[in-house]
């Protein structure tokens, strides 16, 4: 089976590294031709190119660009692609993008591997980044049964822990559990570099492992956060308000010296802490 991969960075060149590993003869498509010699020095592809039609013999490709860059390159890449070819893409936000993409490619699964690193480019590409890590399909009605099954068979040579689910409750959740992080730890670092140049500069002396592990995502890349704000807005302001009034509440409980009522909402949140971080390996797969 031929695979193709347009968008040779952390994720794509992470995926083609695992593929090829795996058998598979991967085809990468970059728009730049020093990405291509480094995906073919690096072991990521089989063969590289600027030129999308190296993809009329892919019997699947993803889309690893950016979210803004999907829809324009599915265009591109039509002309080039065999009728029967199943694509699919990696966006961490999957309405919009199902949305645009099914009316004008029926072999369309909408995916999304909740895997990644701090790093980006060719030269973060890493194996087994998809070992034992969620990966989300998000089918509609319209999608064919033998395009998701190709992905799905994909997706478990992988390694990989597979999730069926709506488009819209892909969004919610992951509004939740990735999205708002990025804008709460944002703001928590712009909140520590407000206050006074002393206190800034003993704090950043201070800063340790809590600060570390809290501050991550914030610190991230600026152009894949707006994104997120971007193309999953509804959902994304939902989940900060929500945070606002939990944010809030605790405010006041500081506030009326009410500490009983805070241990509690600590200590119920001590136990819920763990629920969002099973093992992947121990929880229930998709049909």
């Not at 990696?90 to 949305?99: F, H, R, T």
């Not at 989300?136 to 799905?152: D, S």
């Amino acid at each position: 089976m031929n695979i193709g991969i347009v968008g040779l960075g952390l994720i794509g060149g992470s995926l083609g590294l695992d593929l090829r590993s795996r058998g598979y003869k991967v085809l990468g498509v970059s728009r730049r031709e020093q990405t291509c010699t480094q995906a073919i020095t690096r072991g990521v592809v089989d063969h590289a190119s600027v030129n999308p039609a190296i993809l009329a013999t892919a019997d699947i490709v993803f889309i690893c660009t950016p979210l803004a860059a999907i829809l324009q390159t599915v265009e591109q890449l039509i002309p080039h692609l065999s009728l029967e070819t199943v694509l699919t893409d990696v966006g961490s936000v999957k309405l919009p993008i199902v949305e645009a993409i099914a009316p004008v490619w029926d072999n369309f699964v909408g995916g999304h591997p909740m895997a990644g690193t701090a790093d980006s480019g060719i030269e973060a590409a890493v194996p087994n980044l998809f070992s034992l890590k969620p990966y989300v399909l998000t089918p509609i009605a319209t999608t064919p049964t033998h395009a998701v099954k190709a992905v799905e068979e994909i997706v478990r040579h992988l390694g990989a822990t597979l999730y069926h689910c709506r488009p819209y409750d892909h969004d919610r959740a992951v509004s939740l559990i990735s999205h708002l992080p990025v804008m709460v730890s944002a703001s928590l670092i712009t909140t520590c570099m407000s206050d006074e140049p002393d206190v800034v500069k003993l704090a950043q002396q201070l800063a340790s492992s809590g600060f570390r592990d809290t501050s991550r995502v914030g610190g991230g890349n600026p152009e894949l956060g707006v994104m997120m704000a971007q193309y999953n807005k509804e959902e994304l302001l939902r989940s900060l308000q929500h945070y606002h009034h939990n944010l809030e509440a605790l405010i006041n409980l500081i506030k009326q010296e009410d500490w009983t009522s805070l241990k509690q909402q600590l200590e119920l949140n001590q136990l819920a802490r763990p629920q969002f971080l099973q093992d992947a390996s121990a929880m229930p797969k998709a049909p």
